[in-house]
């Protein structure tokens, strides 16, 4: 499983675009890149997955690089509501059957108004 | 999506004990995942417990500590044996989804005295 590096801590204030960004230098062909979510006493759930370019859905964007060796995580217009921990995993999870999830550190986002 | 039910939510014991985690899914799955998360840390991998097989641990977790059952495709229990002030710790069940996607229940805050 690729490596994964992501920064410890981030701030931020209610309204304003975050982008948490996590390197993944030894990214493999098949591995694709999956981030979580986990709020203070739940379960971590899953955001957003993608293998390259730009993935987006209700909740977030995934920016891809063409080298795949990074990528980052944007969350539009954040609320109080989106201090979390996120974290970036990555993985060949299409083509291996189940790989088994490995976390990272994360990044702990802080909002505030 | 699978709708995890985890008991009990929170429990104080006392060295020496025992105690047992249950853990529910809302529809049949073949692998369940148990999941540590100690205090202010990421989620660490215990075991993948599949219906009518052992459970297979990762480095550092052994059965004679963590007993894992799975009776059938939608239940699954993890005990933690002999417990120490050192396993305090949320445990958390998964159960696989979309490749990459894991669902989580809400997870067991252990306390151990």
């Known amino acids: 499983l690729a490596k994964t590096t992501q920064p410890i801590s981030m701030d931020s204030y209610e309204g304003q675009e975050v982008n948490i960004t996590c390197s993944h230098n030894?990214?493999?062909?098949?591995?694709?890149i999956t981030w979580y979510q986990q709020f203070p006493s739940q379960g971590p759930r899953f955001i957003i997955q993608?293998?390259?370019t730009k993935v987006t859905n209700e909740v977030a964007s995934l920016f891809i690089p063409a080298d795949r060796k990074s990528s980052t995580l944007s969350l539009p217009r954040v609320s109080l509501s989106d201090t979390a921990v996120y974290y970036c995993?990555?993985?060949?999870?299409?083509?291996?059957?189940?790989?088994?999830?490995?976390f990272g550190t994360g990044t702990r986002l802080l909002v505030s108004p | 999506s699978a709708v995890i039910s985890q008991k009990p939510s929170r429990d104080i014991c006392q060295r020496g004990t025992s105690l047992t985690i249950q853990c529910q899914v809302d529809?049949?799955?073949?692998?369940m995942f148990w999941y540590r998360q100690q205090p202010g840390q990421s989620l660490t991998l215990i075991a993948t417990?599949?219906?009518?097989?052992?459970?297979?641990?990762e480095s550092g977790f052994v059965i004679d500590k963590f007993p894992i059952s799975r009776p059938n495709l939608t239940f699954s229990t993890l005990t933690v044996s002999n417990m120490s002030p050192e396993d305090s710790s949320i445990y958390l069940c998964?159960?696989?989804?979309?490749?990459?996607?894991?669902?989580f229940g809400e997870g067991s805050r252990l306390t151990v005295l």
């Open positions: 417990a599949n219906q009518g097989s052992e459970a297979t641990y």
């Open positions: 030894n990214i493999a062909t098949n591995d694709y």
């Open positions: 995993l990555v993985g060949d999870f299409m083509n291996t059957g189940f790989q088994k999830l490995v």
């Open positions: 529809s049949q799955v073949t692998m």
């Open positions: 993608g293998y390259k």
């Open positions: 998964s159960v696989e989804g979309l490749p990459g996607e894991l669902f």
